[in-house]
Every structure is written in C-alpha cells, then in structure tokens.
C-alpha cells in the first residue's frame, strides 16, 4: 500500500527529469549568455544554481535511501513540495530577467519557457500523490465520495464567488485582485487536485459496496466517454474554433486505443486464471497509451482549475492522470491474483513484455521509415552512377513518410493548431531525421521524383545584379617562391546608392587550383575574420540572421564547382561597406566582379613560365597549367546525340508525340543512327544498348514517377567524365506535359566536360538551347566537330581538357597529407572534391572528411562556407547548430527555409496561468462602461 515510498521514485520523478532540464538550460544559457546583462546573468546563475542543489540533494537522499535499505519520510514529501514551489515561483517572478528582449527567436526554442514547468510537474504530482498516501488511513473508512463533492464544490463556489462580486459591482476589491487572485487560485488549486486526488486514490485502493455499484458507470465515463470526449474536443470536432491545442491526436488509432483501453478497464475482473492472464496482457497492452497521455497534460495539472471555470472542459485535462492511478491499481490487482498461480518471474515478464509492445512497434516503424527515407536519399543525393540504381521501396511508404515530416515540421509541440504530436513527434525526428529536417524545396523534389507530383521548376535564386554596387576593388598579389604560387587579396568597397536596406548579392567564377583562403568583413571600424563552416549550417545561420536579427553578417559560398556566391547584410541608405576574402592560386587570372570590374589576380607574364604538367601527391593527379594546354595535340571530336525521354507517369499518353518529334529532328538532321543514344527517364534513367527500335523500347517502358532529367544529365556527364571518348555530347531533353526534374545549378561534372554546361530543348516546333546558369534561346545544334586537347598525347589520352585543369590519374586516391598555407594541398581539396562528385556513393563518410580537410587547411569548398558573425552568441549557435549537421546525414537540412521574425506569442501554459486575472480584468472594464 506504500510503494510511492520506494526510493526509486526520487530517481524517476525528480533526478532524471530535474537532470534534463539542468542540460536544456544550460545549451540554451551557453547560446545566449554573451547576450546577457550582469543583472541577467546573476538571475541565471541563482536559479540554475538552486536548481542544481535541489538535484543534488535529492540525488544523495536517493542514494542514502538505497544504502540504507530505508523508504521516504513525509518530513521529504513536504519539504521538497515546499522548495520546488518556491523555484517556480522565483522563475516565473524572474521570467524577465532571464533574457533581453530582443534575443534572437531562432536562438531560442520556442516553448523554452514551457521546460520547467514541464520537467519539474512530475516531482510535484507525485509529491501531492504521496501526501494523499500519508494522508489516507484505510482504518478509518475514508470516503471517496466526500472528497469528489469537496473536489467539485471548489470550483463551484469560486464561480459564484466572483459572478456575486461583479453583481455588487466592488470595484475596491478589484485594485487588489491582481495580486491577491494569484493566491488564492493557487492554493484553491492545490486542495483541488488533492481533494480529487485523495477520491481516485481511495477507489483504486479499496473495495466497497458504493464501488461495486458504480463501478461501470464510472469506469465508463472515465475509460471511454472523456477519453472519446476529450480527443474530439482538441481536434475540432466539438468545436472549431479549437484545433489541435495540446497536438495532433486526430489520427484514427488515437480514437481507436482509447476505446479498446476503456472497454479493457471497464470489464469484470473474475476468478478465472486464464482469462485474467489475458485481461492482464491486453490491460498491459494498453497502458502505455494511457501513460502517454498523462505525460502530455501533466505540464498543464496547475491549470485544471482555471480551465475548469473559463474553459468548461478542465476535467478533460484531469482524466489521464486520474485514468493512470486506476488502471496501474487495476493492473497491480491482476498481477497480485496471477502472482501465485504462474509465478512471480512469468507474471512479471509477461507483464513488462507487453508493456513494451507500443513502444516497440513506434521504434521499429520509425526504424522503417528512416531506412526508406535514407534509401531515396541516397538514391537521389548519393547515387552510382556508374549503374542503373533499382530503388525497392514502396511509394506507399515513401508518401506516408514524407506526409509525416510535413505534419511534423511545423515548430512547436504545444502550440495551438500544432499538427505535431507532443514526444511522438521528436521521438520520431529523432529517429528518422537525426533532430535535422528536409526542407520544402527537397520534400517537393522527392515527391516529384517518385509519387510523379507536379513540381514547378525553379532554379536556386541567383541575384546577379544587387542594387550596392562595388566602388573600389583592389587587388594585393604576392608570389611565394617557395610554395611557387601566388597569394592575392581582393579588397573590395560596396555602396549602396539607394534609401532603402539592401543586399548586397554577386557571384564571380574561379579557375581550376584557385581556392578562397580567407574572408573578411568591416563590421563598423573593426575587420573581422569569416568562421569557416559547414555549408548547410553556415548559410541556415545567415538566413536567420538576415530574416530576423537584421545584424551584420557576410557569406561567402559556393554554388558549384566554379560559381561562388558573395552576400553581405545589411547595408543601410548610402552606406559604404568594406569586405574581401584572399585566394591562393598557381597561375594568374582574370576574375569578373559584377559584369564592371575585370581584376587580374598575379601577374599574367609568368604563366608563360610553366612549360610542363605539375604532377602532385606523387604521381596521383595532373595540374595542366595554359602554356602546356597550347601545346597538347589537337583531336577532333564529332558530335553524339543523347535524347533524355520523358517516361514519367504524366507522358503516357504523350509518347507517340515525342516520338515523333524525335523522328522529325533525326530525320531532317540525317544523323547516323550510331550517334544516337536514348536515355529513357522516369525516377531512374534507363539507356538503350541497341538503337534498332527505340520507338517500340520507348512505348514499351514503364511510364511511372516523375521526369528525373537531372539524373540522366548526371549519368551522360560521368561517361565522358570518366573515359576519354572519342566524341562529345549533345544533350536534347525531350519532354511531355511534366516539367523536368532539373538540377538547382550545374548537374555535377557539368564543369570537367566540353559542353556539359549546354542542353538543348525539343519543343513542338523548335530546338532551343540553353545553358544550366543561362537564359534560353533558339539555336540550331551545331552538327561540327569540335577540337580538344588531349592529355598526354593523342594516342592513349587519359583525358581531354575542357575546362578543366584538374586531371585525376590512374590510382587516384584522395591525399592524407594536407597543410595550411600551401598551393599543392588547395590542388588536392579541389581534386578530392572532383572526384566525390564522379563518386557520390562514397556518401556521408567521404562528406566529413572534405570538410575536416577543408577547416584544417582553412581552404573553402563546395561544402564548407566561410561565414562572418557580428557577436560571440552567433559563433555559438553555429557550433551546436553545425556539431548537429555533422551528425545527420548530409543530405539532410539544418533547418526550414527562413521564417520572418513576428512579435512573440503568448506561451500556452502562460495563458492559462493567468487566465483568471485577465478575465476579471476584462470584465472590470465591461462593468466600468457600464
């Protein structure tokens, strides 16, 4: 009758949660506490201090107790109830000094506020439910029903209570309910939940006639009617003005467990060994449904009452805590009958067995559902693409995966309106996402791909004209005799000519063996250094500042394999900024900023003087400067014609159409039928090895998800990338109804092979070209040959240059011996990405090692991004957001697209703490216009 005295139960409601909160609280004070004030820091420390002694104490009476062999006194219960109160009072009294006002929203959980009143309510609900244990003596035939009355009276009289007060119109008494309402609705609070408690308690402990005789009637109302009640209230169905206001339960199978759990509740537990053996599996079965619930609203027990009298609906909130005590009674009853008949062992095991049936069903389904979602990830961000991939998944599954993480993306479990499920929905992130997300723009793109959804096709935003324009660019460049290459800086001033805030945006190409090694922006007077980060995390960070902060950052990334993106913000009316970044490079170049300004970075007579290849990390990889390129052997290579066919589900009754447009081009090109090569493309890319009846291998090819063109630009790129052929090619998308599924920039390989950055259009009655980065236009397809150099000679080529510098030699293997500072090690990052884009099956673990690489030689690539923060909070979040990403899979995304800031809302658990006080405030008004 005593087991709330077990120990064990200090560890369970009070050590383990007050430990996760003291975490949570501290990542968030580690974030922001550069932002903090003396005055602020003071008020963390104090409270993160108390809590953290509280913890402490009640880890060494816990271990005390253990050593001992001693349960928990009463002098505990009351103490600990006593100081927790007091803590969350002083939170709530101090809730303005824990953070400036205009912290950063993305710094900060939304629900943060919610944390320890979430994580510190489990201590107090079972402290009141061990004082109504103290407090209950069986000997003297308590009576349940006189504290249900007691419970139910308080309300009530509190109702009349103030409906008498507004009759009498005591505006005297109104000046100082403000402050002394807080109290008393806290202490009325208080007796409530024990009062109501203490009548739970005594049923689930003690049989009586009254019991028996209502038993059903009870136990049908709690079990299933406020259950069923209670679901359909949240989700809408009552009323719609409230919708979803604790998450998202409208699933089926919530309505479903709810009535299976009562119906197994409410039945007779008769002397029959069998069949309570198999009431007592399914009553296992079920509990932890139960339990979930009561995790959800035990945040919210405080605010029962006041739901009680605004709302009407506050019991709701109490019946899966008044459920949990029941049933686990309920359950203790079978597994004290079952006990003797099967043993103890048995009893147990079968007990906790069926416990772990839910749970274990909700793992293995995200385990499911992580697998299919890395499959298409892979699959679509980390192909072979030396093979035709067959991906073995259902589009079943792959739809109801991506409609869960749409469902789930919405941020903030207790929001209102939340199509999240509170600890479902992270249990699940977590599981499945690795705590990352996917962004809408890839959600669109998987879909499009294999559900065959219509897509829009848009590439990436490329601003090339911003409104600041550049005033001043200089350019710094030193030769390093020892390193043989040179170190320039490009410095730059940009103002802005307008009255409004801008952006400033431009992109600008680099060669082949010249990478960023530095950048930097004047924040004010003072030059500060970019961090480089991983791109994901770095560009999210920059979003979010730029979107909500409105502060002073600069990024600088890459786009592909050679178009690199500037952005700085923000640039107030007339401002002039300062920025530049430093490149390391072999020879000397010309580098184009903003269409205006041509820069020549080195000194252009030297190249002249690299008259033969530079062969690096001994003997792995060719750097062919220009004069040696003069000098390679010219070859002429024809033209080979790939048609990427629409096969997706959309063209199956357009096919005939494309073929024919297809024949009328071959036919009034006459090109020969060996220069044909037809790439059938659905959600995989399926090329044609005989070309004798293509139209019958086109009919005939399964017309299914969506025109994945980007794929069959990928694979036609990497054959040539890959083998030195003896032709180049012409690629030609022909296309249904569908938009094609295109690359956000350059397929990747566009850059390594001649006319790789150039595709054509077979419209209905044209043949337009356009490039990958460029407008559209109507051209004819040059049918010429085209001369290109051949590297080492034109017998037994191992490559033909194009605009490639870069050439990996036979054995190529990427290189373990980078250093900061040196031109060859920049060679070999640059190489090393190259080829992870000829193999992106290498995957993730590949991924990590470039951007280890790339901090340690502090050289930008395609995957990391140089980053400039204006104060050490920002820093911070960049690191945890980025030790986060690492973690994940790299196709996943750090965060949604950008959200613009608003004006913060009411907490939830906020709004129904002083519920009471604004309700008499408003009414206060009402009466005084009266």
């Known amino acids: 009758m005593q087991n709330w005295r077990n120990p064990w ?76 109160g007091a803590w969350l009072y002083s939170y709530v009294a101090s809730a303005e000094n824990l953070m400036p006002i205009d912290t950063p929203t993305w710094m900060v959980p939304n629900d943060a506020f919610l944390y320890p009143f979430g994580l510190i309510m489990p201590t107090l609900a079972f402290s009141l439910y061990s004082l109504i244990g103290y407090w209950t003596n069986f000997e003297k035939n308590p009576n349940p029903w006189t504290n249900l009355a007691g419970a139910v009276s308080i309300p009530v009289a509190i109702y ?69 009640w209670g679901l359909m209230l949240n989700n809408g169905d009552i009323n719609r003005h409230i919708d979803n206001i604790f998450g998202d339960f409208s699933g089926p199978w919530f309505y479903g467990l709810a009535i299976v759990n009562g119906v197994l509740f409410c039945l007779p537990n008769y002397p029959q060994p069998w069949y309570r053996l198999a009431l007592f599996i399914a009553r296992s079965l079920c509990f932890p449904f139960i339990l979930y619930f009561g995790l959800v609203f035990l945040p919210f027990l405080p605010m029962a009452l006041p739901a009680i009298l605004f709302l009407g609906a506050g019991f709701l909130m109490l019946t899966p805590v008044v459920l949990i005590i029941l049933q686990a009674s309920t359950w203790f009853d079978d597994f004290t ?16 067995a069926s416990w772990l049936v839910l749970p274990a069903f909700l793992y293995f389904n995200c385990l499911q559902d992580r697998n299919a979602l890395h499959q298409a990830l892979d699959y679509v961000y980390a192909p072979n693409l030396s093979t035709t991939q ?102 730059l001033e940009i103002e802005n000519p307008s009255e409004t805030l801008s ?40 979003e979010q500042i730029v979107n909500n902060s409105r502060r002073d950052p600069g990024l600088l990334t890459y786009l592909d394999a050679r178009t690199l993106s500037l952005r700085v913000y923000p640039f107030l009316a007339k401002e002039v900024r300062k920025t530049g970044f430093t490149v390391i490079h072999k020879e000397a170049f010309h580098l184009h900023l903003d269409r205006e300004h041509e820069l020549i970075l080195g000194d252009i007579a030297k190249n002249s003087t690299m008259t033969s290849p ?27 014609y790939h048609f990427i066919v629409d096969c997706s589900a959309q063209s199956a009754k357009k096919i ?22 037809f790439h059938l493309t659905n959600h995989r890319v399926v090329t044609l090895s005989d070309n004798t009846n293509w139209q019958a291998a086109i009919r005939k090819h399964a017309k299914q998800g969506g025109f994945f063109a980007e794929r069959a630009f990928e694979q036609i790129l990497y054959q040539y990338a890959t083998k030195p052929l003896q032709h180049y090619p012409v690629m030609v998308l022909v296309g249904g109804e569908s938009l094609p599924i295109m690359p956000g920039f350059a397929p990747h390989l566009a850059h390594t092979v001649y006319n790789g950055m150039r595709y054509y259009n077979l419209g209905d009655n044209f043949l337009g070209t356009t490039g990958f980065l460029d407008r559209f236009e109507r051209i004819e397809i040059s049918q010429d040959p085209i001369q290109a150099r051949a590297y080492p000679n034109a017998q037994k080529p191992i490559a033909y240059l194009s605009s490639s510098s870069l050439i990996h030699l036979p054995g190529y293997q990427p290189s373990t011996d980078l250093k900061k500072g040196s031109w060859e090690s920049a060679a070999l990052l640059q190489a090393e990405w190259q080829y992870q884009q000829m193999h992106p099956e290498l995957g993730d673990k590949a991924w990590l090692s470039l951007i ?79």
């Open 9 to 84: 139960w200090i560890a369970l409601s009070s050590v383990f949660p007050i430990g996760a909160l003291l975490a949570l609280a501290g990542q968030i004070f580690y974030i922001i506490e550069p932002l903090l004030s003396p005055v602020q820091k003071n008020t963390w420390y104090a409270l993160g201090g108390g809590l953290g002694m509280l913890c402490l104490g009640q880890l060494a009476y816990f271990l005390y107790l253990r050593w001992h062999h001693k349960n928990s006194s009463l002098g505990y219960t009351l103490l600990i109830s006593m100081l927790y």
């Open 337 to 352: 009958y079952l006990r003797p008949i099967f043993t103890f062992p048995r009893v147990l095991g079968m007990g906790m």
């Open 656 to 677: 005939n159409a494309l073929i024919a447009k297809i024949e009328l081009l071959i036919r009034s090109r006459k090109y020969a039928l060996e220069t044909l090569h």
């Open 852 to 930: 280890k690489k790339s901090f340690k030689t502090g050289l930008l690539t395609p995957e990391t991004a140089y980053l400039v923060l204006e104060n050490e909070a920002q820093r911070r979040m960049l690191r945890v957001k980025q030790q986060q990403a690492l973690q994940g899979k790299k196709a996943l995304d750090v965060g949604e697209d950008p959200v613009k800031m608003s004006e913060p809302g009411f907490w939830l658990l906020l709004v129904l703490l002083l519920l009471a006080i604004g309700f008499q405030k408003n009414a206060f008004q009402l009466v005084k216009k009266l």
């Open 390 to 491: 067959k991906i073995q998944i259902s589009n079943k599954r792959l739809s109801r995966v991506f409609t869960t993480i749409r469902l789930n993306k919405k941020r903030g479990s207790w929001e209102p309106g939340s199509t999240t499920m509170p600890y479902l929905s992270h249990f699940y992130n977590s599981i499945v996402l690795d705590n990352l997300t996917i962004s809408d723009r890839k959600l669109d793109k998987l879909e499009a791909i294999f559900l065959g959804e219509a897509l829009e096709y848009f590439p990436e935003a490329i601003q090339r004209h911003s409104v600041p324009k550049i005033t001043s660019a200089i350019v710094d460049s030193k030769w390093n005799e020892i390193d043989q290459s040179w170190l320039s800086t490009v410095a």
């Open 160 to 228: 009349l209570a103030v409906n008498l007060i507004f009759i009498n119109r005591d505006f005297y008494f109104f000046r100082y309910f403000e402050h002394l309402g807080v109290v008393v609705l806290v202490g009325f609070t208080i007796l409530f939940l024990f009062l109501l408690g203490r009548s739970a308690f005594i049923l689930a402990h003690r049989n009586s006639l009254s019991w028996d005789r209502w038993q059903i009637l009870i136990k049908g109302l709690l079990g299933i009617v406020f259950p069923i």
């Open 503 to 542: 952006e400033y945006r431009s992109i600008f190409e680099l060669p082949d063996g010249a990478l960023i090694q530095n950048y930097y922006l004047y924040i004010g007077k003072e030059k500060v250094n970019g961090e480089l980060a991983e791109k994901k995390t770095a560009t999210w960070i920059y």
């Open 614 to 640: 530079i062969i690096l990390d001994q003997g792995k990889l060719a750097y062919i400067p220009a004069a040696v390129e003069e000098k390679l052997p010219v070859v002429n290579l024809p033209p080979h």
